[in-house]
T-cell receptor, first 114, second 114 residues
Framework: TQLLEQSPQFLSIQEGENLTVYCNSSSVFSSLQWYRQEPGEGPVLLVTVVTGGEVKKLKRLTFQFGDARKDSSLHITAAQPGDTGLYLCAGAGAGGTSYGKLTFGQGTILTVHP | DAGVIQSPRHEVTEMGQEVTLRCKPISGHNSLFWYRQTMMRGLELLIYFNNNVPIDDSGMPEDRFSAKMPNASFSTLKIQPSEPRDSAVYFC????????????FGPGTRLTVT
């Protein structure tokens, strides 16, 4: 069974601060995705990282995939109240019975205060 | 462009009753996933289909749960009989092809079993 540990579970910060969310596993994933979920809605895909060491930027959000494809991080610069939500990482199985399946982390609830 | 459609959005039922959740995936997507989300366990994969065929149902908690996909545009998740511990938000997601791991989620059905 592949597990993804996400930290921290809760993050409460002031507008303008920077933050980093971590996603770690002992398993190798073929790709890793980050989703954002708002109350009453389903998760929405933010980014997919595929190559070990890959870095992707989406405006103020920076995503990194570990060299060994076992971990990932999400860094937000100058957080804004609109960034508030639940952030989920999800690893795609590398093969065998895990192929095609996503394993989700427990999520990080981010609250950005104005 | 319509996303994944789920119905009902909210369901309140009494213990022992049958519950049927419905999902219409994005047109052209050939993989469909059913998830359950709770505060305690996060987002868990219950079952997924490729080309209407169930591929992995190892996440289905008990025989009380069953899922069908009679055609490419419709799927159901049935719980019979329902129990209070089944209370959760149930999400359906669809994916285009098997190469892309990107899943698109519906808005979810919030199920409350009293």
């Amino acid at each position: 069974t592949q597990l993804l540990e996400q930290s921290p579970q809760f993050l409460s910060i002031q507008e303008g601060e920077n933050l980093t969310v971590y996603c770690n596993s002992s398993s190798v994933f073929s790709s890793l995705q980050w989703y954002r979920q708002e109350p009453g809605e389903g998760p929405v895909l933010l980014v997919t990282v595929v190559t070990g060491g890959e870095v992707k930027k989406l405006k103020r959000l920076t995503f990194q995939f570990g060299d060994a494809r076992k971990d990932s991080s999400l860094h937000i610069t100058a957080a804004q109240p609109g960034d508030t939500g639940l952030y989920l990482c999800a690893g795609a199985g590398a093969g065998g019975t895990s192929y095609g399946k996503l394993t989700f982390g427990q999520g990080t609830i981010l609250t950005v205060h104005p | 462009d319509a996303g994944v459609i789920q119905s009902p959005r909210h369901e309140v039922t009494e213990m022992g009753q049958e519950v049927t959740l419905r999902c219409k995936p994005i047109s052209g997507h050939n993989s469909l996933f059913w998830y359950r989300q709770t505060m305690m366990r996060g987002l868990e994969l219950l079952i997924y289909f490729n080309n209407n065929v169930p591929i992995d149902d190892s996440g289905m908690p008990e025989d009380r749960f069953s899922a069908k996909m009679p055609n490419a545009s419709f799927s159901t998740l049935k719980i019979q009989p329902s129990e209070p511990r089944d209370s959760a938000v149930y999400f359906c997601a669809s994916r285009l092809g098997q190469i892309s791991y990107e899943q698109y989620f519906g808005p979810g059905t919030r199920l409350t079993v009293t």
